[in-house]
């Protein structure tokens, strides 16, 4: 077999025509459809699903690339042809949902015929099929369409409102008299940010690594307190500009979704969720998250009461408010461990933390990442590597692009850009993935430098993209992380993370920036000892979000429009540990389930933990960089993507089901 690379020409996206070539794509695809159904009579994998593939996969080539586009380099032009399209896939995508005779056809298919993994990808197809409700009488499906087409539209408009709102905040300031305690590449980046702007001095802005500074750093109160009232009212009724207030649209979407899951027979839109995850029950995942909400909940509040003594004692702040936690913490970190997040970035050089997440790659997977030069990218950022296995076969492409910019969604993410496949000619179509981080960009003079912190988000959207490319699946519909359950999706993510703590791994991922030193010995005594530095407040936090998105899609109070708030305020009677202060309206940016795809399913995150933590103690058992038990972590999980059950991949590689204990004792809860 060879291999066909054909990486995306993002210079040759034509978006003022891309809507026209979107619309051709979408009727050919319709019509391949009609024509593939006529020819045949008895359907089999190779006449209807394989052909199929080639639709879809051609859907993901074109669309992928400019979707992206809109997410890392957002301009009036982007958003518009973005926005344009959304209807036309969200048509597209309910007509191939709703066609029947191709269901009918599908479901024809002889299941003696398939192997293993053909027979996994068929259940999915069928449930999906019902999912997007072929079975409803005609008036249901009419009214099915309508709700998926408004939510589409919803759900981007919450993002949208999200971004503007954080976009149309700054904060000028002529002078650093109120900048007191920042780190230096924070005040570099405030006053290269005040430059572009033409003003004098200092702009303060909403964007991650700005926002978190102030928080963690500034001494004063008062503009720690500015920052997050306009932080945590963005897109809301509280916020100071209202133009993008999320209340009714987080009303509608929910409205609209459980009128949605309604419509296909379940009781509302959780238990629609978990039809494609793993976890079995509504009443099973309450249950979970209770649970750990009740063993985390003494120790969570002992540590807020520690917290509070240490400010009052050392005279920080009068009351703890909400303000003063990061920055309170971040204080009594630094006289526990004498470590500051500050203090460990001259060890973590990005070009220092690549290599070394390379060699680890290496050693566990066998696996070399090549940069490759002369690709067409969108932002001169961005790297381009190709990943190349023992056997010197290529197996996937991954693009980073790691540096906070505006017109850049906040946050860091993965996303596929190509699935792995193998094509009717037999050559493998190679898996691309994106990398997407927010570090802020080097000052002139200096590497960029990451925090431990950003070095865990490396390895996580790392463990991801590796997740996506190093699968040996051969066919679209379970390649990577297509057809991978939900809620097991961030088990090779959170997995991942686990070398950062480790010092073997540790040597190979820091040098200082002047000395060349790896971080000694005393300082990642104090890492690890700061790592489960209340530890049960943030799993506490967690279980708030979890629990707060679980119940308003499972017990959706359609009569009431204060619904969504009032849930929230039951929720934090058994969460809350710090203050809340009455204008906070986190809910209005919590874009992972408003805007994203993780309604009903935030959850998830924990739920990866467990598997992630257990498996990972098989490499606390047998050696962090054993290469058979590397090889086994490749063999069982990352390369079997959707292919087969997450709970029998699981299985597979630790030879029994997952346990919470490994959890626990990580978080030191136990
Ligand atoms: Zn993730």
Not at 11 to 37: C, E, G, Y
Not at 235 to 262: C, H, P, V
């Amino acid at each position: 077999m060879t291999y066909s690379p054909g990486l995306p020409v993002f210079s040759s996206i034509d978006v003022p025509h891309f809507k026209t070539q979107m619309q051709d794509l979408l009727s050919n695809n319709q019509a391949a459809v009609a024509r593939i159904l006529a020819e045949n009579k008895n359907y089999t994998w190779e006449n209807l699903i394989h052909p199929l593939n080639d639709l879809d996969d051609s859907l993901e080539r074109l669309w992928s690339p400019l979707s992206h586009l809109h997410s890392v380099m957002d301009s009036k032009e982007l958003r518009e042809c973005y926005e344009a399209c959304l209807p036309l896939l969200s048509d597209y995508n309910s007509e191939m949902g709703h066609n029947l005779a191709l269901y009918k056809a599908i479901q024809s298919i002889d299941v003696h015929s398939l192997d293993a993994s053909q027979q996994k990808i068929l259940e999915d197809i069928l449930r999906d099929f019902q999912l997007s409700g072929v079975a409803l009488s005609s008036k249901d499906k009419a009214r099915f369409e309508k709700i998926q087409k408004e939510l589409a539209e919803l759900t981007n408009q919450f993002e949208n409102n999200v971004l503007d709102a954080t976009q149309a905040f700054s904060l000028h300031l002529k002078d650093d008299s109120q900048l007191k305690g920042l780190p230096q590449h924070a005040l570099d980046t405030a006053a290269a940010y005040a430059k572009t702007k033409k003003l004098p001095g200092y702009v303060l802005t909403l964007e991650a690594p700005c926002y978190l500074a102030v928080m963690t750093y500034a001494k004063d109160a008062e503009l720690r307190k500015t920052l997050y009232q306009a932080y945590v009212t963005r897109a809301s009724d509280q916020s100071a500009d209202k133009g993008f207030d999320n209340t009714k649209l987080m009303y509608d979407i929910l409205r609209l979704r459980d009128e949605k899951a309604r419509l296909l027979g379940f009781p509302n839109y959780a238990a629609l969720s978990l039809a494609t995850k793993m976890a079995e029950s509504t009443d099973g995942v309450l249950s979970f998250l209770y649970d750990l909400v009740k063993r985390a909940s003494l120790q969570a509040h002992t540590e807020f009461k520690a917290l509070s003594q240490f400010a009052s004692q050392t005279k920080l702040t009068n009351a703890l408010e909400p303000w003063d936690v990061a920055y309170v913490s971040e204080k009594k970190r630094e006289s526990l461990y004498g470590l500051s997040q500050e203090a460990l970035r001259a060890y973590f050089p990005l070009y220092r933390v690549m290599q070394g997440i390379f060699s680890i790659i290496q050693q566990l997977y066998g696996m070399t990442m090549q940069e490759i030069s002369g690709v067409d990218v969108w932002h001169p950022d961005v790297r381009c590597y190709c990943v190349v296995d023992e056997t010197n076969q290529l197996r996937g492409y991954i693009y980073t692009d790691l540096f906070a910019r505006p017109n850049k969604h906040g946050g860091a993410w993965m996303d596929s850009m190509q699935s792995r496949r193998v094509l009717s000619n037999q050559t493998i179509q190679p898996p691309i993935a994106t990398l997407t981080c927010n570090f802020a960009k080097s000052s002139s003079d200096k590497p960029a430098m990451l925090s431990h912190d950003e070095v865990l988000t490396l390895f996580h959207e790392l463990g991801h993209c590796l997740h996506h490319i190093l699968t040996q699946v051969d066919y679209l519909d379970a390649a990577g992380l297509n057809g991978v359950e939900w809620d097991a999706v961030e088990l090779p993510s959170q997995f991942f993370e686990n070398w950062a703590w480790n010092q073997e791994a540790l040597d190979l991922l820091s040098s200082h920036v002047e000395t060349g030193e790896s971080l000694p010995k005393a300082l990642y005594e104090a890492l690890l000892a700061s790592k489960n530095f209340q530890s049960a407040m943030y799993l506490l936090r967690q279980m708030e979000f979890s629990l707060f998105d679980f119940i308003v899609h499972k017990d959706f109070n359609v009569k009431d429009p204060e619904w969504v708030s009032k849930v929230l305020k039951e929720i934090r009677t058994q969460t809350a540990v710090i203050p809340i202060v009455p204008y906070n309206r986190f809910q209005h940016s919590f874009t992972h389930i408003f805007g994203g795809g993780y309604a009903a399913g935030y959850y998830s995150y924990i739920w990866a933990e467990v598997l992630s933590c257990d498996a990972f103690s098989r490499f606390e058992e047998e050696g962090i960089l054993n290469p058979t038990t590397g090889r086994d972590f490749l063999h069982c999980i990352l390369e079997k993507g959707g292919s087969k059950k997450a709970a029998q991949t699981f299985r597979d590689f630790r030879g029994r089901d997952a346990k919470i204990d490994a959890l626990l004792k990580q978080h030191g809860i136990m």
